[in-house]
């Protein structure tokens, strides 16, 4: 038993020693596979695992896209942008906190620039001595930057105080950025618009994405919808807020760069940064010519200077203080000169900002008076109420459609007379309603033309206004017949709806014949819409009217983009004349027409041109400020028996429109002639060698070119001699 004992000990001396040698082995083979691994991490994959170790991030900066340029037809810049340096400052959230409850606006603004006063002190005198001498600004320019009024930024949005940095200015605020808390350095493309101010507000102008997207729907959608990182908007990137910047924004915009910077655990940056450089936006060339352009804007600047100090107008005490003009060709639909004046430079917005002094002295110029309500330029907004906006009642430049609206209806015919007594009277018996011509002209027997020529209220009413109301007063859908086929006819030519042009902010028009049929009468409605009551329209409407006047009955779309091209000058997309609609009635009837607007007299205006015209005055009649104020109408084209251009001008308070508009529109017919040619030559161009045409003439050539000399050439033709006019 002994024994047995000393064999179960010796056999279990044997297992542990073998337990204890299987464990050493174990152990030795997981250090030898441990000293192999270690061996491979520091040899091998040491370098590998210490980059690693150092690149365990990236940063990515978007670079803002580099905005494509806005050319005229001959390509001649007006827009173009450049890259620069901006010193940003962000207020404290907290700097409203601690103001005086009680306190004013104004006494707000007060503290708060009184707090800040030493901080743009220490800015200013850091311009002084880093900064360009010429472009120097003091503690109040500093101050006025950053808009402590709140009047254009809420106070999360960075004030820019300064563009332009030079190398020493950027160096100085790099190195000591620690003292200037809410101060930043951000590269931007600087929009730069031409000296001139050529077509400012059809141009337009930009402002920072961050403060747009809270402005307009459209970029509000951009980003909520836009997730490719090439198009993703920057907070403090440049974009269209009006006109072509915005129409077109997407073609102008260009795409984002990437800028990606390797980090550590630290977020430091450990090396160079890899480079995907912005896409420059695409360069739009515009049907606009600079030079027609110029001179429209000039014509309407010298014009409104003129009145002022004109009898027919001062006695009447009027102030014409805004002139509208739109040139656009018959057959193409481009647009060469569209002017709402007075304008202003649109290079106080550069850098996407403009200062609270620069908002507040171009706030009524900032708006394009031929596309929509512009109230006229005066500090005194009660005061600007009382005087005429931009759209104003078409008044006897109605007159042509009218006749065609009565030819085409029945209500008469082309050899139809009336005697014009000077009066119409119209309404219940004991309270009639008189119509009359202007200054008391009784003009005798009238057929549809001389009712034109002579500018008669009196046959509008009686011939048209009254005879559509006798023709559908019976009607099934009772006397309102009557108005909405007017209406029918109005927005066929245009008048009522929008033209067609896609240019942000377009008003369709002010219908006022519905109200008057309503809180009057149909009769009432119909006679005062005849002679030009009753509605009021944009400028660039009495454009596209006069053009369906001239080409007889096509509505083209207004162009102002006659091509896109890419930053290598590559045709991205081409433009050609659009018809909307088109309004088919009797030669005989736009003969008479045309022949009507022949003898309208306008020789004092167009005396010695060297082209035939057909044109139409107005004045349209406005209560306004509890007064009654004339405002100058003019619609023209040219030449009269093979069109090229037509014209639309409104001067609000400029009196009658042979004297208060047709002016402006002569010089803008001798600019077109002069810059491209109303007969296919430009008669005296300034630019002797255009780098790109961009106008079509289509139609222009064999144009009659026979001058009017003396008295009204277009007065002295007869329905004879007026080409493919018979007079029955």
């Not at 040139?327 to 202003?344: C, F, H, W």
Request: glycine share 8%.
């Amino acid at each position: 038993m002994h024994n047995d004992q000393q064999k179960r000990e010796a056999a279990s001396r044997r297992h542990f020693s073998f337990r204890l040698n299987a464990f050493f082995f174990i152990i030795f083979l997981l250090f030898s596979v441990l000293i192999v691994r270690l061996s491979i991490l520091q040899f091998v994959e040491g370098p590998t695992l210490k980059a690693e170790e150092n690149k365990i991030g990236t940063v990515p900066i978007k670079l803002p896209p580099i905005r494509g340029n806005i050319l005229d037809s001959t390509g001649y810049p007006i827009a173009y942008s450049t890259s620069t340096q901006s010193l940003y400052y962000k207020l404290d959230p907290d700097i409203r906190r601690k103001l005086k409850k009680d306190s004013t606006p104004k006494e707000q603004q007060k503290e708060i620039e009184e707090r800040l006063r030493p901080f743009a002190e220490k800015l200013s005198a850091i311009f002084a001595q880093y900064g360009d001498p010429t472009k120097q600004m003091g503690p109040d320019d500093v101050l006025r930057q950053l808009d402590l009024g709140f009047k254009k930024n809420n106070i999360s949005t960075p004030r820019r105080v300064k563009s332009d940095l030079t190398n020493k200015e950027i160096a100085y605020f790099m190195e000591n950025r620690d003292q200037f808390t809410g101060i930043d350095i951000v590269e931007e493309s600087v929009r730069h618009y031409d000296k001139g101010s050529i077509s400012v507000q059809l141009v337009g102008y930009l402002k920072k994405f961050n403060s747009a997207v809270n402005s307009l729907d459209f970029y509000a959608k951009k980003k909520e919808e836009t997730t490719d990182p090439k198009l993703v908007y920057l907070d403090q990137e440049d974009v269209g807020m009006d006109g072509i910047e915005l129409m077109y924004q997407d073609e102008l915009r260009g795409k984002n760069g990437l800028k990606v910077f390797p980090v550590n655990a630290l977020s430091k940056i450990i090396g160079p940064p890899t480079i995907t450089n912005p896409q420059k936006g695409n360069d739009l060339y515009l049907t606009i010519n600079k030079a027609v352009q110029i001179r429209t804007e000039d014509a309407i600047t010298n014009h409104l200077a003129y009145l002022k100090t004109s009898p027919d107008i001062t006695k009447i005490n009027q102030k014409p203080k805004t002139g509208y003009a739109v040139a656009m060709e018959v057959n193409t639909g481009k647009v060469v000169a569209m002017a709402s004046m007075p304008d202003y430079d649109p290079n106080i917005w550069s850098g996407g900002k403009i200062s609270p002094e620069d908002y507040d002295n171009s706030l009524y110029m900032l708006k394009n008076g031929t596309i929509r309500d512009v109230l006229a330029p005066y500090e005194d907004e009660k005061e600007a109420g009382k005087h005429a906006p931009s759209m104003v009642m078409l008044g006897s430049t109605q007159k042509p459609l009218s006749i065609l609206v009565g030819l085409n209806e029945k209500l008469f015919t082309t050899t139809t007379t009336y005697q014009d007594s000077g009066s119409f009277y119209f309404g219940r018996k004991g309270s009639e309603v008189r119509i009359g011509n202007a200054l008391g002209h009784a003009y005798g027997t009238l057929d549809p033309a001389h009712a034109i020529g002579k500018s008669s209220n009196p046959f509008m009413a009686a011939m048209v206004g009254n005879r559509m109301f006798d023709k559908y007063k019976n009607s099934a859908k009772g006397s309102i017949e009557g108005v909405n086929v007017w209406d029918k006819y109005m927005k066929q030519f245009g008048l009522g709806v929008k033209t067609g042009s896609d240019l942000p902010f377009e008003n369709e028009g002010i219908i006022e014949y519905y109200h008057e049929a309503e809180t009057a009468s149909t009769q009432s409605a119909l006679i005062r819409a005849s002679f030009g009551q009753q509605a009021r329209y944009t400028v660039l409407q009495l454009a596209q009217y006069t053009a369906m006047l001239a080409n007889r009955g096509k509505r083209m779309k207004p162009q102002f983009v006659d091509k896109i091209t890419d930053s290598d000058g590559k045709i991205v997309q081409g433009f050609k004349p659009e018809i909307l609609n088109t309004v088919d009635m009797p030669e005989k009837y736009w003969e008479e027409v045309e022949y009507g607007m022949r003898l309208v007299n306008v020789s004092a205006a167009f005396e010695g041109v060297n082209y035939t015209y057909a044109s139409k005055t107005g004045t349209s009649q406005q209560s306004v400020g509890g007064k009654t104020v004339d405002n100058a109408v003019f619609i023209a084209y040219a030449p009269a028996n093979n069109p090229v251009l037509a014209v639309a001008v409104v001067v609000p308070e400029g009196g009658f429109g042979a004297k208060g508009a047709a002016p402006i529109a002569r010089k803008i017919f001798d600019a077109y002639d002069d810059e491209v040619g109303l007969t296919g030559t430009p008669r005296n161009p300034s630019v002797k060698t255009p780098v790109n045409t961009g106008s079509s003439n289509t139609g222009a050539a064999g144009a009659n070119g026979a001058a009017n000399t003396g008295t009204n050439a277009n007065a002295n033709a007869n329905k004879t001699n007026t080409a493919g006019t018979t007079h029955q």
